[in-house]
């Protein structure tokens, strides 16, 4: 019984981290560097993501700097910035790529809501269908009499449980991510 607790958990964890992992990526009024954790740069025919070519700081809460390895790979890091369809224009120095963050429009700011609905709800479902497997597998070891009725229902209730733990963290997640994007 505890085989399957464990196997739920460790992927509905999964699936919380996964969504954690994809709000960060999401722009909100204030500079992060994992809003360029998507963004490839081409390293010598090579898409590399940006983070291993040059160094992300942060120096205000409105400015991201990008200082690359090598100046050569300036152009084809603005470039990358610009295709990632963030809405960031780089100024470049020569030496230091500087990105200001716009403060989010009022209509930006609904999309970004609707995004992170969207891959709320895609978590949601990932974790319904975690929770389905492993029901089908307590159904399964019931049926092959490797687990008792009784166990069976102590079962399905603990995964139940853990499913619905599971929906309240992710809620939690979109309630805060939604304050973080909604506030100006």
């Known amino acids: 019984m505890a085989e399957f ?29 994992a809003l360029l954790d998507q963004v490839k740069v081409d390293y010598y025919g090579t ?13 205000e809460s409105r ?28 100024t470049n120095d020569g030496k230091l790529i500087r990105l200001p963050i716009p403060p989010l429009t009022e209509e930006r700011r609904k999309d970004l809501v609707k995004v992170a609905k969207r891959l709320t709800e895609e978590v949601r479902v990932h ?8 029901l089908e597998d307590i159904k399964k070891a019931q049926k092959d009499s490797t687990l008792a009725e009784d ?13 619905d733990t599971y929906m309240a963290k992710v809620d939690d997640l979109l309630k805060k991510k939604e304050a973080e994007i909604t506030e100006i």
């Open 151 to 163: 166990d069976a229902k102590k079962a399905h209730d603990e995964i139940q449980k853990l499913t």
């Open 5 to 33: 607790k464990k196997k739920a958990t460790d992927k509905m964890e999964g699936q919380v981290e996964h969504l954690r992992h994809e709000f960060t990526g999401l722009r909100t009024g204030r500079a992060s560097v």
């Open 63 to 90: 400015l991201i700097t990008v200082q690359p390895f090598e100046r050569t790979l300036m152009k084809d890091i603005e470039k990358a910035i610009l295709a990632s369809g963030l809405g960031l224009t780089p």
């Open 127 to 134: 974790i319904r269908n975690i929770r389905r497997d492993v």
């Open 47 to 59: 898409p590399t993501p940006l983070k291993q070519v040059a160094t992300l700081a942060t120096p």
